[in-house]
């Protein structure tokens, strides 16, 4: 993996000089490089945007383009693996015009918001140094605002946009929708081999029709080139936490294949183990857990194709706080109401994983083969397997409920450009098999999905001035449900659309409004379900007659990013037809454990709105080296029949954070080698009550606001000028050991939340490099 | 060409090694292989007079959910002393299991709890597990014309929890049987 600034340096020469200057009779030349090789690039493709020609530069990287006229030059220099670079040139005289190029698996150092000119205001988040290579997705995705967490204990979290998420946050891995009964809350998300991560506020139809909160699309990828020598590169890292004892070994290796040019491998995998965590007070037991996870990539690339194989498992097993399965309404109620677990679930520190748990595989494979630039395959076959174990302490847990998911996916695209416009065509079909053991709490299924779209973008309206995207799509479903008693169909369909403009205004503002229509069927629980919700004391009872849900939502957003600060703010609004939720009933249901409420799943229209702002900025001058970023996430919901909000809604926070950092941390000049290097920073966390809520739903009402204060110091040490650092990150989380609940644990009714926690990671990166000459 | 047949073979070695679903959808399998407790009975013989045996099920053989339980209502004649014991079953699957052994077995961390919602039923507990009360057998003295209810609790208590009361643990049952005196 290679780090890099992306950094673009033009260098005007003006070493040809003719006597003459004819109207066109200019020459432009130069030589392609790549970023970290001071050998030049050959064969780099080069496109001149006024001409509408194509060239190429030599097997030394030289071009020369002549009979330029007195006017400006658009040209694009690109190269299949590296990201295109642009640059403008007004030809009054012969120049000259360098390009680097750098690899598509550069990553940003910071949290940029992506203001690229193609109008996704999406917002990237790359492996940010200041937080772990070794953390998972949904951790990371916290990070921004507008985003945050659903927690299931400690060891299921799931990341959630604009107070939506499960079926309606869409996770797009390797260029398959992630596929894991995300329509349990209590389900995590399960990815290995992440590589870079976007959220974007915006359906992308380019997968999926569902993004009703967004979309997370993690983008794993590997360096490939022309290389003959073999060469490898590849990162080790580990991390203990103090709180739950826990640790995490990883790694990433990636290789070219020596011999044989323009193939790429990577594989990846890490392990972790953690006991129990506990809060400021007591000990939360069985809250442990072991995971382990691998995968590969193979990717090879030609001048007319390109391809990439991937594949990854994902398994873990992980302890439930044995306080919080409660199934029976009596002790559900006596445990809302009282100030701290039983002695019994606070007993003292193990990594015994006991009943009740959850064991969770997930694997994962995806093939991409793209011909010409302009075709391209995509396929991909997932499994989940999913089981939850019943059992009190003391007892060997045994399975209750297993479910199994195959989901198999197929895309062909069609990629043209027409002028500035780029177009993308597609089909897309998809077919999902779900069966279950022990427990039917969802019937087995056979779903099967057709689907077309058409996407358009252009980037370049009036000099980039405008950007447009725009998108259509229609899906359809055949779903056959087995249930035990008896079979049910369903058809849904339903078109979804997007849209996006971008606007760049004066000083440096950018303006993105969107609209985009999304829509989902309703999921097998939500039509079928018949029981005990896991651990919640209810029986949630299905309705198999619901309708599809669709969504309209629109939002403005500005921005501006400006040399050492970028701030956004924005509005949105998201109308939510037909939107399904589980309510009581006011009726109860006797069972052997005596009577438990029954929620019903029902329907009504839903309006989610809100704002999220944020602000970052480096000091210069005499606070230089300081640095500081303020964010602000605000939501609101309303069911439009009762007039009243929904609940588990994220609460609105605050955050600062305040960073000071050395002279060349993260860089990479080429003048100063700087060995050593450091980055020391607070965040402060303000977590408002979720005041906007309906009591009326709520088992007990939402905790107190509450603040936490978090630190964090990065050591690097760089070996040599142009290589990655070794990091060493000691992290402190809620340093003042504040007890809190957080409204958006499904388990805040048992238990705090955890306590202080430290935490030491070391990151060491190396490369393995066998080169026949010096460089 | 080389660089394809690379491709074909890795991608072949690796889908026979992907993980599979060994059942087929189209046939669910049948229901619970785990341990519910269904069904929830107490026999009454009067004492000194065994031919007179009453009894009451509570009964959800298909689990939580899914269709309504039933209860019996017991009758129980007035002054009267009836000597009581509780059954534990499994009715869901093909087999019908007896749960009420395994309590027995496991009595140390179990105990069962009779609220009686009138004073006109009194109940003690004659069996135990050494140290404290279990609750399968029972005594149950009945006085004059009432109805009301008894709410049947088993609660269980492992790791040296059990104490006697049943205020701790967690509950495997808990069945409000209405009960007429008459």
């Known amino acids: 993996m290679i780090k890099q600034l992306c950094v673009l340096y033009i260098v005007l020469s003006t070493g040809f000089l003719y006597a003459q200057q004819n109207q066109c009779d200019f020459i432009l030349s130069g030589t392609t490089y790549e970023e970290h090789n001071p050998t030049p690039l050959s064969y780099a493709v080069i496109r001149v945007l006024e001409l509408d020609t194509t060239f190429s530069s030599d097997d030394e990287g030289h071009y020369i383009l002549e009979h330029l006229c007195q006017q400006k030059y658009t040209l694009v220099c690109s190269f299949l693996g590296f990201r295109p670079d642009t640059h403008a040139v007004y030809m009054d005289k012969n120049k000259g015009l360098f390009f680097t190029l750098h690899p598509e698996n550069c990553e940003l150092d910071e949290v940029v918001v992506k203001a690229d000119k193609s109008g996704?205001?999406?917002i990237v988040l790359l492996r940010n140094n200041d937080s772990s290579v070794s953390n998972d997705g949904a951790s990371l995705l916290k990070e921004i605002s507008g985003a945050s967490l659903l927690q299931t204990g400690n060891n299921t979290v799931k990341p959630v946009n604009h107070g939506l998420h499960s079926s309606r946050l869409r996770v797009v891995q390797a260029g398959a929708s992630i596929e894991n009964q995300q329509w349990g809350e209590e389900h995590g998300l399960e990815l290995s081999g992440i590589g870079n991560l976007t959220l974007s506020d915006q359906n992308n139809l380019l997968y999926h029709h569902d993004g009703i909160g967004g979309v997370v699309i993690a983008n794993p990828h590997i360096y490939v080139n022309e290389d003959t020598t073999l060469s490898s590169e590849g990162l080790l890292y580990s991390s203990i936490n103090s709180n739950g004892s826990s640790g995490k070994i990883g790694g990433e290796l990636s290789s070219?294949?020596?011999l044989i040019p323009w193939i790429g491998m990577k594989t990846f995998g890490s392990i972790s183990r953690g006991g129990d965590v506990h809060s400021p007070m007591y000990n939360i037991n069985n809250t442990g857990y072991q995971n382990y996870d691998y995968g590969w990539m193979l990717d090879a690339k030609h001048r007319k194709f390109s391809s990439t194989l991937f594949y990854s498992l994902v398994s873990q097993e992980l302890g439930v706080f044995s306080g919080s399965h409660i199934e029976n309404v009596t002790d559900f109620e006596r445990a809302i109401k009282a100030a701290q677990p039983d002695d019994i679930h606070t007993g003292s520190f193990d990594y015994q994983i006991e009943g009740p748990k959850q064991a969770v595989q997930h694997e994962l494979l995806s093939y991409q083969l793209k011909f010409l630039d302009k075709y391209e395959l995509q396929v991909s076959r997932q499994f989940n397997q999913r089981e939850e174990f019943e059992g009190h302490i003391g007892e060997v847990p045994e399975v209750d409920l297993q479910l199994n998911l195959t989901t198999l996916n197929g895309d062909i695209r069609y990629y043209s450009t027409w002028k500035n416009w780029n177009s993308t065509l597609g089909v897309n079909a998809m077919n999902q098999a779900n069966t279950w053991n022990y427990r039917e709490f969802i019937p087995n299924y056979e779903n099967n999905r057709l689907g077309g779209y058409m996407l358009i973008e252009n980037t370049d309206i009036k000099d980039e001035k405008y950007g447009i995207k725009l998108g259509v799509r229609y899906d359809q479903y055949q779903n056959k449900y087995y249930t035990l008693s008896g079979n049910v169909n369903r058809v849904f369909s339903n078109m979804a659309y997007s849209a996006q403009g971008v606007k760049n205004l004066k000083n440096n503002y950018v303006l993105s409004i969107m609209n985009g229509m999304s829509w989902r069927p309703p999921s097998a629980n939500e039509l079928f379900s018949k029981g005990v919700h896991h651990g919640a004391a209810t029986i949630e009872r299905g309705d198999v007659n619901l309708k599809k849900e669709v969504s309209n939502q629109s939002q403005i957003e500005i921005f501006k990013r400006w040399g050492t600060y970028h701030g956004s703010v924005n509005v949105y609004g998201n109308y939510i037809h037909d939107f399904i939720y589980s309510q009581p009933t006011g009726n109860v249901a006797l069972t052997v454990k005596g009577a438990f409420p029954v929620y019903q799943y029902v329907q009504t229209d839903a309006v989610f709105y809100g704002s999220d702002f944020n602000f970052e900025y480096e000091f210069k001058q005499r606070l230089s080296g300081f640095s500081s970023s303020t964010q602000y996430t605000f939501i609101r919901t309303l069911d439009v029949a009762t007039n009243k909000p929904l609940i588990g809604i994220p609460p609105n926070r605050v955050e600062q954070q305040i960073g000071y950092q050395s002279k060349h941390y993260n860089q990479y000049d080429n003048d100063d080698f700087v060995r050593y290097n450091w980055k020391v920073g607070a965040e402060g966390q303000y977590f408002f009550r979720r005041a906007n809520t309906n009591l009326a739903l709520e088992f007990a009402p939402p905790p107190s606001s509450y603040l936490l204060l978090n630190?964090?110091?990065?050591?690097?040490?760089?070996n040599?000028?142009?290589?990655n650092p070794v990091n060493i990150r000691l992290e402190v989380?809620?340093?003042?050991?504040t007890p809190?609940?957080?409204?958006?644990?499904?388990?805040?009714?048992?238990?705090?939340?955890?306590?202080?926690n430290v935490k030491l990671t070391l990151e060491i990166p190396f490369n393995i490099i066998n080169r026949n000459q010096a460089l | 060409m080389k660089k394809l047949s690379i491709y074909f073979v890795t991608a072949a070695l690796l889908l026979g090694a992907c993980k599979k679903d060994e059942n087929d959808p189209q046939n669910p399998t049948p229901t619970n292989e785990e341990e519910l407790i269904t069904t929830v009975t107490l026999h009454f013989y009067e004492k000194g007079n065994v031919d007179n045996h009453v009894m009451?099920?509570?009964?959800?053989?298909?689990?939580a959910g899914g269709n309504a339980a039933t209860i019996d209502t017991i009758i129980l004649d007035t002054n009267t002393i009836y000597t009581a014991s509780i059954e534990l079953l499994d009715e869901s699957g093909t087999d019908v299991v007896d749960i009420t052994t395994e309590v027995k077995e496991e009595s140390d961390e179990h105990i069962f709890c009779y609220e009686p919602s009138t004073s006109e039923i009194n109940i003690t507990i004659t069996d135990s597990d050494g140290t404290y009360p279990l609750g399968v057998e029972t005594e149950w003295t009945t006085g004059n014309t009432a109805s009301g209810s008894v709410?049947?609790?088993?609660k269980h208590q492992p790791n040296g929890q059990k104490d006697g009361s049943c205020s701790s643990g967690e509950t495997d049952v808990e069945v409000d049987f209405p009960v007429v005196i008459q």
């Open chain 1, 120 to 122: 996704s205001s999406g």
């Open chain 1, 711 to 718: 630190t964090f110091f990065v050591f690097q040490v760089k």
């Open chain 2, 56 to 63: 009451g099920s509570f009964r959800d053989v298909d689990g």
């Open chain 1, 720 to 723: 040599r000028q142009d290589y």
């Open chain 1, 256 to 258: 070219n294949l020596g």
């Open chain 1, 740 to 756: 809190y609940r957080n409204y958006m644990n499904r388990y805040r009714f048992f238990a705090d939340e955890m306590g202080r």
């Open chain 1, 733 to 737: 989380n809620n340093i003042l050991n």
């Open chain 2, 151 to 154: 709410k049947v609790t088993l």
